[in-house]
């Protein structure tokens, strides 16, 4: 099994709905973080959750609200989706026991289109 | 100005050859940490190496290895013996510990590889 999942994997909506997009990981990371990724670009950095309390902004949290459930799992919700949401959703986890590294590992994507 | 920067929007390399692909970075923080990944057509985003700021040798995962120079900001990836199994989008991503978003990871716009047969 896959340790960071993601779901929907795929998912059209229309402009006004609200959305969300849930991530859930096995691999008992504390951190976790949701980017997203337009066409020919890197990903951006909409939130991130160091802790089940701790929610913190990104680069691009416009439009965009979070909740942290459970250590494991980190959704993200689109109040009122426009199109210019539509792009390849990320969730991912790093350990803040990784040391230095803090590595960042992804789970699979959600593909969202906003009509 | 870029944080990152890829400066290959794509590349060829024919199977079993070494590929390089470029990566330059600005920072001002002394400690900061340099990471590739791999994103396959699928779609998903795979890691494959991490060179951290005060690291003394170059990092190496199997194929991949890391050509960390300092003093020009460059982080390149290098990938020997290509397989076609390679092609793939390269992203590099560098991480600042006292950036506005602490311990984000700043992407490039990646490098889009292409093993010849």
Same mark, same amino acid.
């Given at each position: 099994d896959a340790d960071v999942t993601q779901t929907p994997r795929n998912r059209i909506t229309k402009t006004g709905k609200r959305i969300m997009l849930e991530c859930s990981q096995?691999?008992?990371?504390?951190r976790m973080y949701w980017y997203r990724q337009d066409p020919g670009l890197g990903l951006r950095l909409i939130y991130y959750s160091f802790d089940v309390k701790d929610i913190n902004k990104g680069e691009i949290s416009d439009g965009y609200s979070v909740s942290? $459930?459970? $250590?494991a799992k980190f959704s993200l919700s689109l109040e009122s989706a426009i199109p210019n949401q539509t792009a390849l959703y990320f969730c991912a986890t790093s350990d803040?026991?990784?040391?230095?590294?803090?590595t960042q590992y992804f789970g699979p994507g959600t593909r969202l289109t906003v009509l | 100005a870029q944080k990152i920067t890829q400066t290959q929007p794509g590349m060829f390399v024919q199977e079993k050859e070494a590929v390089t692909l470029d990566c330059t970075y600005d920072t001002s923080d002394p400690s900061y940490g340099l990471f590739w990944y791999k994103q396959p057509s699928s779609g998903e985003m795979i890691f494959l190496i991490y060179q951290g700021s005060y690291d003394q040798q170059n990092a190496t995962e199997g194929r991949y290895s890391l050509n960390f120079q300092k003093a020009r900001k460059s982080a390149n990836l290098v990938i020997s013996?290509?397989?076609?199994?390679?092609?793939a989008m390269y992203f590099c991503a560098m991480r600042e510990?006292?950036?506005?978003?602490?311990?984000q990871l700043t992407f490039g716009s990646g490098t889009q590889l292409t093993v010849l047969p």
């Amino acid at each position: 099994d896959a340790d960071v999942t993601q779901t929907p994997r795929n998912r059209i909506t229309k402009t006004g709905k609200r959305i969300m997009l849930e991530c859930s990981q096995t691999k008992g990371h504390d951190r976790m973080y949701w980017y997203r990724q337009d066409p020919g670009l890197g990903l951006r950095l909409i939130y991130y959750s160091f802790d089940v309390k701790d929610i913190n902004k990104g680069e691009i949290s416009d439009g965009y609200s979070v909740s942290r $459930q459970a $250590q494991a799992k980190f959704s993200l919700s689109l109040e009122s989706a426009i199109p210019n949401q539509t792009a390849l959703y990320f969730c991912a986890t790093s350990d803040r026991t990784g040391g230095n590294t803090d590595t960042q590992y992804f789970g699979p994507g959600t593909r969202l289109t906003v009509l | 100005a870029q944080k990152i920067t890829q400066t290959q929007p794509g590349m060829f390399v024919q199977e079993k050859e070494a590929v390089t692909l470029d990566c330059t970075y600005d920072t001002s923080d002394p400690s900061y940490g340099l990471f590739w990944y791999k994103q396959p057509s699928s779609g998903e985003m795979i890691f494959l190496i991490y060179q951290g700021s005060y690291d003394q040798q170059n990092a190496t995962e199997g194929r991949y290895s890391l050509n960390f120079q300092k003093a020009r900001k460059s982080a390149n990836l290098v990938i020997s013996a290509s397989q076609l199994g390679d092609s793939a989008m390269y992203f590099c991503a560098m991480r600042e510990p006292y950036s506005g978003s602490a311990r984000q990871l700043t992407f490039g716009s990646g490098t889009q590889l292409t093993v010849l047969p």
